[in-house]
């Protein structure tokens, strides 16, 4: 007996009826037996927006039915927005999610909640979901008696590489907090016992910035793969990173984007934060006619689909996928040439990266293996 898999992006819908998002890849997404995403926004009319909370919006807690309907039925809510508005916002998004039959992981109301797997069971196949949150303003991590996500904290060092040339660009190190890595691979460990299939989703990355993986995001997808998960999932930078096979274990270091709305107006171009953030991608023009503003290279994203059995996983494939300025998700068909421009991109990024996969055309998707 077998799973048919699929994965997409980051979602967060603003408009008037969510479920309009997936109307290009609702046919897709169908033909799988078991659907995961990443959202990005609070399902709430209610609570306070916290000072830390940078862009942010509420949701509309139709959403929930949206993802549920298209057979994304399991959702990562571990992410640097889960407590944008504090407290009632985290709750009434987990409350819309039950409510709407989607599972939740990655967030609760104490450590232990958040750090909990959700496991589905399909076709007598049983699958182990894992969700940590590398992207943290402050407090929003879960703690023995507060709400929020399950972390997996990093630190940063910054190297001095020419010690005689005073400012002159440093070197940039990064490693896992080592109390959060262990609790997510005893995690790994424990489902590793109870499923036929481990998937890790890891909200982490430099957002915006092309190629580059931080050190902490390999260490920890490596480290993952070696305590059991059998699929490392990546969210959060907005573009695509690289893919890699480790052990025979696929790896993406970003899925991107999927189905996000995000409108600009000029006060928000001239704002102190956002023009920070145009500083990590400095071709990035906003164009306030438009519903996805994102750099150049956030209208390329996946899908990414695979076989799950007892045997494990087989078959991973990549289904292309470009947004334009309706921020809709399409399907790339394979006599369009940008879905060569997608193939060459993941290649490129991955190659960049170093990570030894070479990304190959086959029929109407993408397979990666390892370089030879």
Same mark, same amino acid.
């Given at each position: 007996?077998?799973?048919?898999?699929?994965?997409? @992006?980051?979602?967060?819908?603003?408009? =008037?009826?969510?479920?309009?998002?997936?109307?290009? %890849?609702?046919?897709?997404?169908?033909?799988?037996?078991?659907?995961? !995403?990443?959202?990005?926004?609070?399902?709430?009319?209610?609570?306070?927006?916290?000072?830390?909370?940078?862009?942010?919006?509420?949701?509309?807690?139709?959403?929930?039915?949206?993802?549920? $309907?298209?057979?994304?039925?399991?959702?990562?809510?571990?992410?640097?927005? !889960?407590?944008?508005?504090?407290?009632? @916002?985290?709750?009434?998004?987990?409350?819309?999610? *039950?409510?709407?039959?989607?599972?939740?992981?990655?967030?609760?109301?104490?450590? *232990?909640?958040?750090?909990?797997?959700?496991?589905?069971?399909?076709?007598? %196949?049983?699958?182990?979901?894992?969700?940590?949150?590398?992207?943290?303003?402050?407090?929003?991590?879960?703690? =023995?008696?507060?709400?929020? !996500?399950?972390? /997996?904290?990093?630190?940063?060092?910054? =190297?001095?590489?020419?010690?005689?040339?005073?400012?002159?660009?440093?070197?940039?190190?990064?490693?896992?907090?080592?109390? *959060?890595?262990?609790?997510?691979?005893?995690? #790994?460990? $424990? %489902?590793?016992?109870?499923?036929?299939?481990?998937?890790?989703?890891?909200?982490?990355?430099?957002?915006?910035?092309?190629?580059?993986?931080?050190?902490?995001?390999? =260490?920890?997808?490596?480290?993952?793969? *070696?305590?059991?998960?059998?699929?490392?999932?990546?969210?959060?930078?907005? #573009? /695509?990173?690289?893919?890699?096979?480790?052990?025979?274990?696929? +790896?993406?270091?970003?899925?991107?984007?999927?189905?996000?709305?995000?409108?600009?107006? $000029?006060?928000?171009?001239?704002?102190?934060?956002?023009?920070?953030?145009?500083? /990590?991608?400095?071709?990035?023009?906003?164009?306030?006619?438009?519903?996805?503003?994102?750099?150049?290279?956030?209208?390329?994203?996946?899908?990414?689909?695979?076989?799950?059995?007892?045997?494990?996983?087989?078959?991973?494939?990549?289904?292309? +996928?470009? +947004?334009?300025?309706?921020?809709?998700?399409?399907?790339?068909?394979?006599?369009?040439?940008?879905? $060569?421009?997608?193939?060459?991109?993941?290649?490129?990024?991955?190659?960049?990266?170093?990570?030894?996969?070479?990304?190959?055309?086959?029929?109407?998707?993408?397979? %990666?293996?390892?370089?030879?």
């Amino acid at each position: 007996m077998t799973i048919n898999f699929i994965a997409v @992006g980051d979602v967060a819908q603003d408009r =008037e009826d969510p479920a309009t998002s997936f109307d290009h %890849v609702r046919d897709r997404i169908g033909q799988a037996d078991l659907g995961f !995403c990443q959202l990005e926004v609070n399902l709430t009319t209610r609570g306070t927006r916290l000072p830390q909370a940078r862009h942010t919006m509420r949701g509309d807690p139709r959403i929930a039915d949206a993802l549920v $309907e298209a057979g994304l039925e399991v959702v990562s809510f571990a992410g640097n927005h !889960c407590m944008d508005w504090g407290p009632d @916002g985290l709750f009434d998004t987990i409350g819309h999610l *039950d409510r709407a039959g989607a599972r939740q992981v990655g967030t609760g109301k104490t450590i *232990d909640e958040a750090r909990k797997p959700v496991y589905v069971t399909r076709n007598d %196949v049983t699958v182990g979901f894992i969700s940590v949150n590398s992207i943290l303003p402050m407090n929003y991590w879960a703690e =023995e008696n507060r709400p929020g !996500c399950a972390p /997996l904290r990093a630190h940063t060092i910054y =190297e001095q590489i020419e010690h005689d040339q005073p400012g002159t660009p440093a070197r940039v190190h990064t490693y896992s907090f080592r109390d *959060d890595l262990e609790a997510l691979l005893a995690t #790994i460990r $424990e %489902v590793r016992g109870k499923a036929d299939i481990v998937v890790l989703s890891h909200h982490a990355g430099i957002h915006f910035v092309p190629a580059v993986i931080p050190d902490y995001q390999r =260490e920890v997808a490596h480290a993952a793969i *070696d305590a059991g998960a059998d699929l490392v999932l990546g969210s959060h930078a907005h #573009i /695509l990173k690289g893919i890699e096979v480790y052990k025979g274990k696929t +790896i993406a270091y970003s899925m991107a984007n999927f189905a996000i709305d995000l409108r600009m107006d $000029e006060a928000h171009a001239k704002s102190k934060g956002f023009r920070e953030i145009q500083k /990590l991608n400095p071709d990035w023009v906003p164009d306030f006619g438009s519903r996805y503003n994102f750099p150049p290279g956030s209208e390329m994203s996946m899908m990414l689909e695979a076989r799950f059995s007892k045997d494990g996983v087989s078959d991973v494939r990549l289904v292309p +996928i470009m +947004i334009g300025r309706d921020a809709d998700p399409k399907i790339v068909p394979s006599d369009h040439p940008d879905f $060569e421009r997608i193939r060459l991109y993941l290649q490129s990024i991955s190659d960049r990266a170093e990570l030894g996969s070479t990304i190959s055309a086959d029929g109407d998707v993408y397979r %990666v293996s390892l370089s030879q």
